[in-house]
């Protein structure tokens, strides 16, 4: 064999090993730091994790995700998914050395077909988790029922059962924080005083056949509110907003209410309002009537 040919066949053989030895790398970290794939029809999900804060003691936090990949076209749900979506149910029974857990949900997409309104997400979505552990020192144990639906024209419920042990000496890191992180920022954050949209004052109209919620929202300078979700009592349904006006600083906003006996009888209920402009979000809390 020549000299030349001998050195191709030696850089060819210190690659390979090199690229084994790296995919090994990467399969360890993986598994380490996520549970493996459930996958199913059109959709496939899994646990990820950081590890534990950086903060000393008992205060620390564990942080992980609900990663969710779906198939092109097809959709799935936010925490409320609409007229016609199916509800994700989280289960996180069997967990041990969890003192509480949060969920959180980044801002949603509204999808209006022949079928009515939904709300959720398409390609691909982290659904960020806050664990609180009892002890800070110990291993999390994660135990994941996620009960979810994939829809195209057809909807598909899905059912995916997953584990994923978190090592308090991992300590945010791993192959998932940049990932962990940009789902993060698209949560709603809640409102500031000064600034960010806030939901600054709100009307009921309308007779006993037709509710109407009839508000207002602070614009943030450099923003404009582009589509608003309302949550309540689960007797009643928001509409798509009818109209979202905007005036500079401030945003007029109608949104009917389905389920409501008159405009009365919503006086006291807690509304929960996601606020959704081109470059923020914000997540708040109002009592009508309050």
């Not at 791993?174 to 949209?197: D, M």
Request: proline fraction near 6%; charge should be positive.
């Amino acid at each position: 064999m020549s000299d030349i040919r001998k050195l191709i066949v030696g850089i060819l053989i210190v690659a390979s090993v090199a690229t084994a030895t790296f995919t090994g790398v990467k399969v360890s970290l993986a598994a380490e730091f996520s549970s493996p794939w459930q996958n199913n029809l059109y959709a496939r999900a899994r646990l990820i994790s950081t590890g534990y804060s950086d903060t000393e003691g008992n205060s620390q936090t564990v942080n992980a995700g609900v990663h969710i990949e779906i198939d092109a076209g097809w959709k799935t749900y936010w925490r409320n998914p609409g007229g016609s979506g199916i509800p994700t149910q989280i289960n996180w029974a069997g967990s041990t050395n969890v003192k509480s857990i949060e969920v959180a949900w980044p801002t949603p997409k509204r999808f209006i077909d022949k079928y009515g309104m939904t709300i959720g997400y398409k390609n691909e979505i982290v659904l960020p988790v806050k664990i609180h552990p009892l002890d800070a020192n110990a291993p999390v144990q994660l135990s994941l029922e996620l009960n979810y639906a994939v829809c195209l024209e057809i909807c598909l419920p899905v059912n995916s059962k997953m584990a994923l042990a978190i090592k308090p000496e991992n300590k945010s890191t791993g192959p998932f924080k940049r990932k962990l992180a940009r789902f993060i920022k698209k949560v709603p954050q809640p409102p500031k005083s000064s600034q960010g949209f806030r939901v600054q004052k709100l009307d009921l109209t309308g007779d006993d056949k037709q509710v109407a919620l009839l508000f207002e929202v602070q614009n943030p300078k450099g923003d404009a509110l582009v589509d608003v979700f309302v949550e309540g009592a689960d007797v009643l349904f928001f509409n798509t907003p009818k109209k979202i006006v905007n005036k500079g600083a401030v945003s007029v906003v109608e949104v009917l209410v389905n389920g409501a006996k008159s405009a009365k009888a919503l006086e006291g209920n807690k509304l929960r309002f996601t606020l959704v402009g081109e470059k923020s979000s914000v997540d708040q809390y109002w009592t009508i009537g309050g």
